[in-house]
């Protein structure tokens, strides 16, 4: 699955939730999909309050997981695909100068000098 691809999936979810949200505010602006109170609500309309309003929220956490997923496949993408020459630095064998150079190491008591080889 490429990025592209996970991101037409979070439009698709931005749609169906902007739809189904206008669709409730528009039509069942009075309609709360559960009514704790004693006012007489039509079957339907509160049948359709809370399917419009289930779909609201399977669209945000659709949604929510697609942006994340994208993310997360451009930062992997972005680590991998680095080029080698910017930032790069041969690495250091051991025995090695950061320029290059050899050095030897001789003890001498306790401690340990490093000399650069001539």
């Given at each position: 699955m490429s990025i592209g691809t996970v991101l037409k999936l979070f439009v698709l979810a931005l749609i169906v939730f902007a739809v189904a949200f206008g669709l409730r505010r528009?039509?069942?602006?009075?309609?709360?999909?559960?009514?704790w109170d004693q006012?007489?609500?039509s079957l339907w309309a509160?049948?359709?309050a809370f399917l419009l309003r289930s779909l609201e929220n399977i669209a945000a956490v659709v949604a929510g997981l697609a942006l994340i997923v994208a993310g997360a496949m451009r930062l992997t993408c972005s680590c991998e695909s680095a080029p080698d020459h910017v930032g790069a630095?041969?690495?250091i064998a051991p025995g090695q100068g950061s320029n290059g150079e050899l050095i030897v190491r001789r003890?001498?008591?306790a401690e340990a000098h490093a000399q650069p080889m001539s």
């Open positions: 528009t039509f069942l602006w009075d309609v709360a999909p559960v009514s006012d007489p609500q509160l049948g359709a630095r041969r690495p003890s001498v008591g």
